[in-house]
């Protein structure tokens, strides 16, 4: 089955103690991309990466980390998380556009992962 | 910058009955490509329905069709028969085909269905 897996899907947390958030996907796609839901916000993209060793970051990528090492996987990295991460986390994937009517526009997202920093 | 407006956070309907979700965007390119998404409880985040904003007929699926105007920059979803479990947190999101690929979102709409 083609799909985007998260882990952990729940996870609470301290402030200071390093995390990791696993994103993997089965669908051979190029792109990847992180974004964090906050209410009244809606998703906003954290980081992307458009190929394997190829990441860029987005509109709020402060307290953040990625890496590509593999195309399946994109792992999400808080090095001294804060209160303020505190939110749902998506990771999607697509195919790089190609060209109209490929159907290479559309992005497949993971189920979230909701995050807790105390 | 891409901007996505949302300007209904929440909406209600009655079963059976149709509902139109307002979206606006701000671009100033010529191709790209545009998504209804509903977040139901299960925070799972599904594509509903998309439209290329180089083709002017406009999407439907199943009971799931949009108003795309280019030309005022507006993307409404409609949904028709409404059921219970169309209720969800609904968003727009806008997305162009090169760079940078990301989705631009609005911030939602919440619909609840009224049995």
């Known amino acids: 089955e083609a799909q985007v897996t998260q882990n952990p899907r729940y996870l609470i947390t301290v402030t200071g103690k390093k995390l990791t958030v696993t994103c993997s996907q089965n669908?051979?796609?190029?792109?990847m991309s992180w974004y964090r839901q906050d209410p009244g916000l809606g998703l906003r993209q954290i980081y992307y990466s458009m190929n394997v060793e190829v990441t860029d970051k987005g509109d709020v990528p402060e307290g953040y980390k990625v890496s590509r090492k593999e195309k399946r996987n994109f792992p999400l990295i808080l090095e001294s998380p804060s209160p303020n991460q505190t939110s749902l986390y998506f990771c999607?994937?697509?195919?790089?556009?190609?060209?109209?009517?490929?159907?290479?526009?559309?992005?497949?997202f993971g189920p979230g992962t909701r995050l807790t920093v105390l | 910058a891409q901007t996505v407006t949302q300007s209904q956070p929440e909406m209600s309907v009655q079963e059976a009955e149709t509902v139109t979700l307002s979206c606006t965007y701000d671009?100033?390119?010529?191709?790209?490509?545009l998504f209804w998404y509903k977040q139901p409880p299960s925070r799972q985040m599904i594509l509903v329905i998309r439209?290329?904003?180089?083709?002017?007929q406009n999407a439907t699926e199943n009971r799931f069709s949009v108003n795309f105007q280019k030309a005022a920059k507006s993307f409404s979803l409609k949904i028709s028969d409404s059921q219970l479990g169309d209720a969800a947190m609904y968003f727009c999101?806008?997305?162009?085909?090169?760079?940078?690929?990301?989705?631009?979102f609005g911030t939602g709409t919440r619909l609840t269905i009224i049995p």
């Open positions: 669908m051979n796609h190029e792109y």
């Open positions: 439209q290329e904003a180089y083709k002017q």
């Open positions: 671009t100033s390119e010529s191709d790209y490509y």
């Open positions: 999607a994937s697509s195919l790089v556009f190609r060209d109209r009517g490929t159907g290479t526009d559309t992005q497949y």
């Open positions: 999101a806008y997305r162009r085909p090169f760079g940078n690929e990301k989705l631009t």
